[in-house]
């Protein structure tokens, strides 16, 4: 059974989003966030339970992740989100697509630029070397583009990621805003016929393109990224593939049997797709998955 909030205090609505927001306060006075899953027109959305998944993943992979439970509220099921502002008890927090366009001259100009692919990239990556943070990031920065790879994350924009401002100094936030991934869209139906259609696994990863937490608009090709950032940071890159290589399929195999939220299908899904992805990420930069 899930566990019910209707009655903790709501003190506010978090930041603009896509998805509806209440910043709560529970009985322990810990302050949270609790998302509800957009309403489409036609389809289906579960990605409140995407986001509980994505945080597990993130968690088996190594990243320090945003804490998720699935919870509901006056009737409504949504992720509740723990406030890592002031779990850390930061001075100051900001996105990073405010300090970019705030700090590097050209990060405006490049949102705004006709550059493709390898070209993009390359301009991105420039942007984040100009970034006065970039040295303190940079390999939790890398972490997040395997991860958003692994779970085919489709919305790491520059505004989906944070500093937090300690007295020690700036630090790299927890990740977060992970649930527009991992079929998050797809009805049963669709689930069973891509698990007993490997072409069409095969064809759903290869067509992965992310955002790369720098462009705000714009995509571009997950194996082009792969690429770019093996070949420009190295040792970054290496020690994300060699968390990649560790992750424990048997924990995350435990974690989504032990979800009586999730349907058979969503289930068997999700058993198949990240090993799959996981599997194809290796062969992509010639590795073995041993």
């Known amino acids: 059974m899930l566990r019910d909030v209707s009655k903790w205090e709501r003190v506010g609505y978090g930041r603009k989003s896509t998805l509806e927001k209440e910043e709560l306060i529970s009985p322990e006075k810990i302050h949270y966030l609790i998302k509800y899953p957009r309403q489409f027109k036609e389809g289906v959305s579960w990605e409140d339970i995407t986001e509980l998944i994505a945080a597990e993943i993130g968690a088996i992979f190594g990243l320090e992740m945003m804490s998720v ?14 406030n890592f502002v002031k779990e850390y008890d930061a001075k100051m927090t900001e996105e990073g697509g405010v300090l970019l366009s705030a700090l590097v001259d050209d990060y405006k100009e490049l949102q705004e630029s006709s550059l493709k692919d ?12 100009k970034f006065v943070y970039w040295e303190t990031i940079k390999s939790e920065f890398i972490d997040m583009q395997l991860f958003d790879i692994l779970i085919g994350n489709q919305d790491r924009h520059p505004f989906n990621w944070q500093l937090l401002f300690l007295e020690t100094g700036a630090k790299f936030s927890p990740i977060y805003d992970n649930g527009a ?45 792969l690429t770019y950032i093996s070949k420009n940071f190295t040792d970054e890159f290496n020690q994300s593939i060699q968390k990649l290589v560790e992750f ?4 995350y195999s435990d974690f989504i049997q032990s979800l009586d939220i999730l349907s058979e299908a969503q289930k068997d899904w999700l058993l198949n797709i990240v090993p799959f992805r996981r599997k194809k990420i290796l062969e992509w930069i010639g590795r073995d998955d041993q």
Not at 120 to 126: H, R, V
Not at 248 to 251: K, Q, S
């Open 248 to 251: 424990d399929l048997i924990r």
């Open 181 to 225: 991934s991992l079929g998050f869209r797809f009805e049963d139906e669709k689930l069973i016929q891509m698990v007993s259609n490997p072409q069409e696994m095969n064809k759903y990863t290869e067509k992965t393109r992310v955002k790369a937490g720098i462009f705000e608009k714009k995509k571009v090709k997950a194996k082009d990224l």
């Open 69 to 82: 439970e699935i919870v509901t509220r006056n009737g409504r099921r949504g992720c509740l989100l723990r």
């Open 118 to 129: 390898m070209e993009l990239i390359d301009a991105g990556f420039k942007i984040m070397k």
